[in-house]
């Protein structure tokens, strides 16, 4: 009988440590394979002086982002230089290299593709197989920047995606076979919050007396701002006087000038800034779930999604959502049971559902005890029971143990200790991807 494999270190590649959804599933990801015992790393382009948004209970690696630079092409290419160049030392260790979004992916590929397919004699690491998780497509309008998401898209080895909507968008536009691992959310965490707290925060949002809405993720194009603000404008000249709370707003892209005309519109719509419009930019990891707590109601009127982490967080807070009718919230969301979804782009319908919540006690109630029974079915440790699958099927057939890659080469910080090195001495041919797999959606 042959010896079981071991485990396949991972490196979990992302091009950030600020807040935005893919760096947080990756922390959320990398901590639940490190609880589990799996060996991987978490490596990313970012200061290594300040760290993640938050403590990272995994080992982490901070590879220095090049400096700001005019244009977001000029950003894209910069990044994927740098984390190149700081994978080269590390690589030799993570026989898997698990990226997050395009400039990780188009890195993760430079390394593999100047390594041999295989171990040699001469050259006794092999090349790494490169995963990609595609958490949305972005509306790039550079045509260089197109070309780069797409080869982030057709030239790993293995395509994940965290939803059955862009499993289908990636085999109709981009002819690739995907398989589907859902995200998680960690209850406890946002249950925990604390309710002093929370109505200090509520206080500070100028709401102790008045209701409540926050929106999480800043003001941009994707998350529909601009229909939120002229929805909050409807209820206000109802008379409701709800206070829109928007946290967040780190992006790698510029959405200054959107930023600035959703902002500029507030006056033509009888709406004060710092008053009934409330910006509170990136807040302390630790006092997020406690701004769900003190909230009445999330509204999350995104354009496009890849899963919507913000909804799971919300709801295991215990506040009802509106969001969007999106195909990939239909997927685990259903109308009326646990949220409230509305069409895209319509500031009357969304008013009205956000009316509804606020002014139904009992509805809001019904919601949150649905919606907390939904988050039940999701967790990160199934999430990495999942990935772990994935990973072994990677494993090539066993071999003479390769020997630990060499120490971390390059301008990399290393926050903590390399797992062991596997005992395989090759990795599958990327010449092509296996067929779509959609691992089930938890039961209800």
């Not at 990272?56 to 982002?65: L, N, Q, S």
């Amino acid at each position: 009988m042959s010896p079981a494999r071991p485990p396949l270190p991972v490196g979990l590649v992302t091009y950030s440590v600020k807040p935005r959804g893919g760096a947080v599933h990756t922390v959320a990801l990398a901590e639940a394979l490190h609880e589990a015992g799996y060996p991987v790393r978490v490596i990313a382009l970012g200061d290594p002086a300040v760290g993640f948004f938050r403590q990272v209970k995994a080992p982490v690696t901070i590879i220095p982002a090049p400096p700001h630079l005019p244009t977001l092409e000029e950003r894209v290419f910069a990044s994927v230089s740098a984390l190149a160049a700081g994978l080269a030392g590390l690589a030799a260790d993570y026989p898997v290299l698990h990226t997050q979004d395009c400039i990780s992916a188009r890195a993760a590929c430079q390394i593999r593709d100047a390594n041999p397919d295989a171990a040699t004699p001469q050259a006794p690491v092999a090349a790494p197989v490169v995963v990609r998780t595609v958490h949305h497509v972005d509306d790039f309008t550079s045509p260089a920047l197109i070309e780069c998401q797409r080869r982030a898209i057709l030239e790993p080895d293995r395509i994940l995606v965290v939803s059955e909507h862009w499993r289908d968008l990636l085999r109709r536009e981009y002819g690739t076979a995907a398989e589907v691992v859902h995200n998680g959310v960690d209850i406890a965490r946002f249950q925990a919050a604390d309710p002093v707290t929370a109505a200090g925060l509520r206080r500070r949002a100028g709401a102790a007396d008045r209701p409540l809405v926050l929106s999480v993720g800043g003001i941009e194009p994707r998350k529909g701002s601009d229909t939120l603000v002229r929805a909050l404008a409807i209820l206000k000249r109802a008379g409701r006087r709800p206070v829109l709370a928007v946290v967040g707003g780190h992006s790698f892209q510029d959405y200054r000038a959107y930023r600035d005309r959703v902002l500029a519109s507030l006056p033509d719509l009888d709406l004060r800034p710092e008053d009934d419009v409330v910006m509170l930019g990136t807040v302390p990891d630790t006092e997020l779930p406690c701004w769900y707590k003190a909230a009445d109601v999330l509204a999350f009127p995104s354009t496009k999604e890849g899963w919507g982490l913000a909804v799971l967080e919300a709801m295991s807070a215990g506040l009802p959502v509106v969001a969007s009718d999106l195909p990939v919230f239909r997927e685990y969301m259903t109308n009326g049971r646990d949220a409230l979804l509305v069409p895209v782009d319509e500031p009357p319908a969304l008013a009205k559902a956000l009316a509804e919540v606020l002014d139904n006690p009992e509805l809001a109630a019904n919601l949150r005890s649905a919606a907390l029974t939904l988050c039940e079915r999701f967790s990160w440790t199934r999430s990495a029971a999942e990935h772990e699958t994935i990973y072994a099927s990677l494993a090539p057939a066993p071999g003479p143990a390769r020997a630990p890659g060499p120490a971390a080469s390059g301008p990399a910080a290393d926050h903590g200790n390399h797992p062991p090195a596997s005992s395989s001495n090759g990795t599958p041919a990327s010449a092509s991807r296996p067929g779509s797999t959609v691992l089930p959606l938890p039961s209800p």
